[in-house]
């Protein structure tokens, strides 16, 4: 029998205006390489919004404000050292307040604010490119 737990995470789609322009942030995980949206595992007795703003400081080195909840929840299942893992992630639309990507932390090798269309091919799991989506059409009014 495979062994299971649940992991329960939040982040942010994150968005700064630049000129008339708006960027998005993606990171690349210093682990498998992949490029996501940031997010990270909710502490006990912290809400997930606390934990989104956490975690997006933490790995990328921005502080941001939330906007908005992004209604659906990201789900998947991995498996680690044997163990299938059924994560949620809840993610929220956060604007950015300050901060320098350069002062991302060792979770991330890369941190880039880039437009929606470029932000969304880096992106690397079909469920971010589908909060990033969410997250753009809750921007537009």
Known sequence: MINTKREFS????VYKKDGDKILWL?????????WVLPKGLI????????????EV???????????????????????MNGVRIFKLVQYFLMEY???????H???????????????SQKLNFHGAKAVLETAKKLLQP
């Open 10 to 13: 939040a982040g942010g789609a």
């Open 43 to 54: 502490d006990p007795g912290e809400k997930s919004a606390e934990t989104a703003v956490r």
């Open 57 to 79: 400081e933490e790995e990328t080195g921005v502080k941001t404000k939330i906007i908005a909840k992004i209604p659906e929840p990201e789900k998947y299942i991995y498996t």
């Open 26 to 34: 993606v990171c690349q995980h210093s682990g498998y390489h992949k």
């Open 97 to 103: 307040v300050s901060g320098d990507i350069a002062n």
């Open 105 to 119: 932390d060792f979770e991330m090798e890369a941190v880039e604010w880039l437009p929606y269309e470029e932000a």
